[in-house]
């Protein structure tokens, strides 16, 4: 048994870290771009971004490896059937349901890992990195700055057509100052940064101010030059610092919130619905491969490629149920414990059904 177990983790563990590879990379290629732009475009350290990356790599990590797992079992199981090294196992004595037991103990190993990396890890590190992008918002405030949306600075609100990041000028700016009835319009501008705030060098615009005593009347000046220094909420800003959401709260931190909101009758399905996929995700692992096994062993040909198309099709309609099952779960149509456990019950007895197929085989 050591051997059989040995040999089939063996064929496993490459492919699970090629798979994990690949999945981590997708997942986080558009953070990446994002990162990279705070690098080369708003002058953020490298050190700093790189504990950014960092602090999302465990929620990718979380979703990643039940995707790497099931590829893995796919084509390891199918090219030890493509080798027969299948058939030889069972002319030696070994039975279909005793080969499938390495993967599957494999794999509950790895979900109740995962169960305690998904309630520990991952909202610790969504935690870190809330913090540290706020920290780097105070001290870099440029970065608020965006193309085409209105941007809230404490009592202003900011609106920017089109920002060179090279030499931060501005075009088309519109600045309204919230307690002056205020309004600001500018044809160009050059952005400062500094520690809280951002300064703004205007020119070629008009100040547009309401005549509070009538309405219907406003006062409007023109200027060639104005500047004007635009504050970060920082009371704003660390209220969201201390107040934890819900993906950065642990399984203890939710049950006490969910406390709260039944005892004020407040619905808590959300709250739920994220304390079961706690679980939920986690135990993916042992679905994927209740049904990744028997079909791996019934793969003959194209290995890699059938593994792969395969794994995406599943993939698919686990995450397909599990957005319904959320959905379902948050609307309270389902009790969120069950609405929530719908993928893995799915994909496990369709992974029961095609084991007792192969086995009669």
């Keep these: 048994m050591r051997i059989l177990r040995n040999y089939i983790i063996k064929e496993l563990i490459p492919p699970l870290i090629f798979g994990l590879a690949i999945f981590i990379f997708i997942l986080l290629m558009d953070r990446i771009f994002d990162l990279a732009n705070l690098i080369i475009t708003k002058g953020v350290s490298i050190y700093t971004v790189g504990r950014l990356l960092v602090y999302t790599l465990p929620f990718s990590i979380s979703l990643s490896v039940p995707m790497a797992l ?14 027969n090294e299948i058939t030889a196992m069972k002319a030696s004595g070994i039975n279909t349901y005793r080969i499938m037991m390495v993967p599957l103990f494999f794999a509950l190993l ?29 001290k870099h405030p440029i970065i608020k700055l965006q193309e085409h949306t209105f941007v809230d600075l404490k009592e202003h ?27 600001i319009t500018a044809a160009r501008g050059k952005s400062k940064s500094h520690k809280g705030g951002i300064s703004l060098q205007l020119e070629d615009g008009t100040i547009h101010t309401l005549n509070k005593e009538n309405p219907l009347e406003y006062n409007r000046v023109s200027f060639n030059s104005y500047n004007i220094t635009l504050d ?27 406390k709260k909101f039944k005892k004020q009758k407040i619905n808590a ?5 994220e304390l079961y996929l706690r679980s939920v995700i986690p135990f993916a692992c042992l679905a994927f491969v209740l049904i ?32 319904v099952g959320i959905t379902v779960g948050e609307k309270g149509w389902m009790p969120p414990l069950i609405a929530t456990w719908i993928p893995n019950i799915f994909i496990g007895l369709l992974g029961v059904f095609f084991m007792i197929k192969t086995a009669k085989h």
């Design 70 to 83: 099931l590829m893995a079992t796919l084509i390891g199981f199918g090219r030890l059937s493509q080798d």
């Design 110 to 138: 790895l979900s109740i890992f995962m169960m305690f990396f998904n309630d520990s890890v991952v909202p610790s590190s969504n935690y870190a990195f809330k913090k540290l992008y706020y920290n780097i918002i105070y």
């Design 157 to 183: 609100r900011l609106y920017i057509e089109k920002i060179n990041p090279k030499t931060s000028v501005l075009e088309n700016v519109i600045i309204y100052k919230n307690n002056e009835d205020t309004l």
């Design 232 to 258: 970060i909420n920082t009371d704003i800003s660390q209220r969201r610092i201390t107040q934890k959401s819900i993906r950065e709260m642990n399984r203890k931190e939710l049950k006490t919130e969910i």
């Design 269 to 273: 399905n959300s709250l739920l619905v």
């Design 292 to 323: 990744a096994t028997p079909l791996g062993i019934r793969t003959k040909r194209g290995t890699k490629s059938i593994g792969f198309g395969i794994s995406l099709v599943l993939i698919f309609i686990y995450y397909l149920l599990l957005l």
